[in-house]
């Protein structure tokens, strides 16, 4: 998150990959990239107790989605939402990802 907030730039490049260029060069991203970060999510993986059996390239997949979906909320949103991207706020977004939205079952 740090590193997009330095480099506003990247968001501007995805959208005109996606515009201008019809995702043209995101197989290419996705073949140099990808295999990367499911080294990470493996890494994690295998050092966490409890996880659910859910594939790493899914895993991954929803991170991923996380994160743009807070980048780009941050990017068209900014001057509507107070405190957006905030530690606290991507904190609550972490949570979500690694807990859910549902409480803990009562037993």
Known sequence: MNELRERPDFLNLMFIEFVEFRSEYIPLLYERIFPRGLEVVQGFVERQNGLRSIPTDVMLR?????????????????????????????????????????????P
């Open 62 to 106: 929803a991170f991923l989605g996380l994160i743009f979906s807070l980048v780009i909320s941050q990017a068209l949103l900014v001057e509507q939402i107070e405190n957006i991207g905030s530690e606290g706020e991507i904190s609550h977004y972490v949570d979500i990802f690694l807990h859910g939205v549902l409480e803990e079952a009562q």
